[in-house]
């Protein structure tokens, strides 16, 4: 006997469902717009705003508030200081500080004076405001072109509505992605920007595959009603989506909880990333092929 | 397509020979050398996030180059116009890159432009405006040719910036041009990021130039600057204090000698102090220029000029032969050695901007490369665990071709010295994600084929048959995306797009091709009355 998690000739209605889950959809999209403008814009990182990153990791115990008070009366007496690891430190500002001069006197003569010499800088990234707002630029850009040649590519292989189904569920996940980041307050790193991609291009690769199946039983079964094939062809391919999210999502767990600092982020987003990419291909991309095949039927009847 | 399943074995065996060859450097530290020659030399190259190190993008000033191509240019043409008896007055170098003069004389225009057209085609005249007795003109380069112009310079600074790093001695360094004038520079593994960056950056112009000291210093820095003249400051060292102060020079403007004459820079220990000092060797037409200088100017005071700064300005005592000269001042051991280095190298044509800096301490790098590859390792466990227990024999060839897509993918980034980021780890998740779902896709299509009762062959075939345009379509919309990404994305979103794209490649080839060799082989090899599924 094979082990099988989903029995074959399984009959879930998931057509009947996708009314819920549009609302459910729309609701968290609204929530995920909705913290973007709360917290006016996102968090961006040193990436995309320019600015500063200083990462400093202390012999001893040492808290983020010791840290300000020695930092107070600096130029970095505004930046954003924060926990990364144990005994470690994340420090964030604004300014870009070119000049090694500049950073010894603002950081490690007061650091030096506060805590002796049991520090490390094991990091210092500093772009400026230029390169930031031209980076944000050209991914905003090329995540918008690359949407556009899937457009293309699906319309080319399937149909036009196929393809718009396609795109609107990984913008779903795109969207919800930005909205968790927004809402836990996480910084918009590269990290954020590389698990975009990975969610679109699981996200798209999801949908196709159970798209595919509906593309065949249209073939075999012309005579019958689009909402029964979309749920027959997600009853078939139920197994293996839930299989592939299943091996995906363990090999993101472990880089979340092994990976250490450096991926903490990186992980985290690909763990939602996952979650949606999985359930916008069957409750999002679904219904909006169906949503096109209902205005296209009542625009043929009224050709009649 | 290959009906053979000899030729498909053989086919998969020399694709993973080669990727383990290109592999080769990255695993294995010490090769005998005796076989070294015949093995590749790259790794892997890995990220600063990844290992540690410095990454720096300048933008290159071509303005300012530009700038300093018209300053020349108006000094030559100030002395043509002489030549040529055309009357002007207040020839200088205006705002932006352009020339303005005033013709005294009504002829003077055509004689102008005779002189450009002749001597000066690089010029164009932008405007004319009637002034009392004459006209006033104002002069720009011609278009195409400062677009020409600000490429050389870009060029001539990469090259510049190579030959300095490479005379620092800094190994596998990345020293590549983006976009119109930025340049990107890695310099893994490096100690000493200050010191690399002053190297780097500095414009390095040596000029020599004559002290004014017909003209009073004093009343020059009351704002009376002689024509001709400008002021330039030096650091001088209170032997006794241990303190910099600035120093004043009034030098008379015209650069006599530039360190484009130089032949070579080296550090020497001249005096008895011990204090290093930079000798300079002239090229043969610069000894000659050197020789008529100092011959011209004995009992006078020659400035060493570094970009901008007067370094010494010793009295010219006789006449120098041989093209020898020294620069001394008060300098470490390091920054004699890094003078010389960038004298040796040459003067960057324009100066740089510092856009963006990182420099990653080797212990993080090592840290979250330690912590990465134990996470992929329990992932890629994970998963290989998975498809065993679910797919039994058949998981375990999906994870035999898994494992040589891994294998895959590591080869080619280090055949095509692709570099490996995080971003770039992300697109390998993403993979090795579809990889397995190629399989688990033919593996549920087979399994589907099996309940309607038919046999393990044509199970296999239609399984295959019917997953395969599937498959095709996920890795082409994957592959398609990822391509403009990389025609429209920079530095992090490339990395992502690259490993995707190879990973695609290799998942198409492994998950499909591979696991169907390992399949037909089992099963014309073995009388299998049930497949293991």
Redesign the interface.
């Known amino acids: 006997m094979s082990m099988e998690l989903i029995k074959p000739g399984i009959h879930l209605d998931f057509v009947g469902k996708m009314k819920y889950a549009i609302i459910f959809s729309v609701i968290l999209t609204i929530i995920a717009i909705g913290s973007v403008i709360f917290h006016r814009g996102l968090n961006l990182g040193i990436d995309f705003a320019g600015g500063s990153v200083i990462q400093v990791k202390f012999q001893k115990e040492v808290s983020a508030d010791q840290i300000r008070t020695a930092l107070k009366s600096t130029k970095l007496e505004n930046s954003t200081i924060q926990q990364f690891g144990v005994n470690e430190f994340l420090i964030r500002t604004h300014e870009s500080f070119n000049d090694q001069k500049i950073l010894a006197a603002n950081l490690e003569q007061p650091l030096t004076s506060a805590f002796n010499k049991d520090y490390e800088i094991r990091r210092v990234e500093v772009v400026g405001s230029k390169v930031g707002a031209d980076f944000q630029r050209k991914a905003v850009f090329a995540v918008i072109l690359s949407w556009i040649a899937m457009l293309i590519y699906i319309t080319w292989r399937f149909e036009f509505r196929y393809a718009v189904g396609g795109i609107i569920a990984l913008v779903h996940d795109v969207l919800i992605l930005i909205g968790t980041v927004s809402i836990l307050n996480m910084e918009f790193t590269i990290s954020i920007l590389a698990a975009i991609f990975f969610i679109i291009g699981f996200s798209i690769n999801d949908t196709i595959v159970v798209l595919d199946r509906v593309r065949e039983n249209v073939k075999l079964n012309p005579k019958q009603k689009l909402g029964d094939i979309i749920n027959m062809s997600v009853n078939q391919t139920l197994s293996r989506t839930i299989l592939t999210s299943l091996t995906v999502f363990l090999t993101v767990l472990a880089l979340y909880i092994f990976g250490g600092a450096v991926i903490h982020d990186l992980a985290f987003s690909l763990l939602v990333g996952v979650v949606f990419g999985t359930y916008s291909s069957v409750f999002i991309s679904c219904p909006i092929v169906l949503l096109f095949e209902n205005m296209q039927i009542s625009k043929m009847k009224r050709k009649k | 397509m290959f009906k053979s399943l000899k030729i498909r074995i053989a086919i998969t065996v020399t694709v993973c020979l080669a990727a383990l060859y290109f592999l080769i450097p990255t695993f294995i530290t010490n090769v005998p050398s005796s076989w070294s020659q015949y093995l590749p030399k790259e790794k892997i190259h890995l990220g600063l ?1 990844l290992q540690g190190g410095m990454h720096l ?1 300048l933008e290159i000033d071509t303005e300012k180059a530009l700038e300093a191509f018209m300053e020349r240019t108006s000094n030559n043409l100030k002395e043509s116009l002489m030549d040529t008896k055309v009357r002007f007055r207040n020839l200088e170098k205006a705002k932006e890159a352009t020339i303005s003069l005033e013709l005294t004389d009504s002829a003077g225009k055509a004689a102008l432009e005779n002189v450009l057209r002749d001597q000066y085609p690089d010029l164009e005249i932008a405007s004319t405006t009637p002034r009392e007795g004459g006209q006033l003109v104002n002069l720009k380069i011609k278009d195409k040719r400062a677009i020409e112009l600000k490429k050389l310079t870009v060029e001539h600074s990469l090259e510049t910036i190579r030959n300095r790093v490479d005379q620092f001695g800094i190994a596998e360094p990345e020293i590549i041009p983006e976009g119109d004038n930025r340049i990107l520079i890695q310099l893994p593994g490096i100690k000493d ?2 010191r690399a ?1 002053n190297l780097i950056g500095k414009t390095a112009l040596l000029e020599f130039k004559v002290v004014d000291e017909e003209n009073s210093l004093d009343e020059a820095l009351r704002g009376n600057i002689p024509e001709g003249d400008i002021i330039a400051y030096g650091t001088r060292e209170d032997k006794s204090t241990g303190q910099r102060g600035q120093v004043p020079y009034l030098l008379k403007n015209k650069t006599l000698l530039t360190g484009a004459s130089l032949e070579t820079a080296k550090v020497q220990i001249a005096d008895r102090f011990g204090d290093p000092t930079v000798s300079l060797k002239f090229n043969s037409q610069g000894s000659i220029d050197f020789d008529r200088i100092t011959g011209e100017n004995v009992r006078k005071k020659l400035a060493i000029v570094l970009d901008g700064v007067v370094h010494s300005a010793p009295v010219i005592q006789e006449r120098i032969s041989g093209g020898q000269a020294q620069i001394t001042g008060t300098f470490t051991m390091d920054e004699a050695r890094d003078l010389a280095i960038v004298l040796r190298a040459g003067a960057l044509p324009a100066p740089v ?9 080797p ?2 790098g090592s ?2 490369i330690r ?2 590859i ?3 390792i ?3 466990l ?2 290989i665990f ?2 065993i ?4 024999l058949s998981g375990g060839i999906a994870d035999i071709a898994l494992i040589i897509n891994i294998v895959l993918v590591l080869g080619v980034l280090a055949a095509f010295r692709a570099t490996l980021t ?2 770039g ?3 390998m ?2 993979t ?3 990889a ?2 190629a399989n ?2 033919i593996f ?1 299509r087979i ?2 084929e099996l ?1 309607t009762g038919k046999t393990i062959r044509l199970a296999l075939e239609t399984g295959y048959n ?1 997953a395969f ?2 498959i095709i ?2 890795h ?3 592959i ?6 990389i ?7 490339k990395g ?2 690259v490993t ?1 794209i190879i990973g695609l490649l290799a998942s198409l080839f492994t998950a499909v091709f591979v696991t169907r060799v390992i399949f037909d082989y089992i099963i014309w090899n073995y009388n299998i009355k049930k497949l ?2």
């Open positions: 996030d993008v990021p200050e960056k901007n510092i856009l963006e800096e990182r420099t990653v301490g212990s993080l840290d979250s912590q990465g134990m996470a992929t329990i992932g890629t994970l998963v998975f498809m227990i679910y797919y039994r995080l971003p780890i992300a697109g998740l993403l090795v994600g579809v397995v779902d688990i896709l549920e399994r589907e309940r019917r345009m599937t379509d996920t082409i919309t994957g398609v995306a990822a391509v403009f990404l025609m429209f994305g920079t530095g992090p979103i992502f797009a995707t293991s599924i």
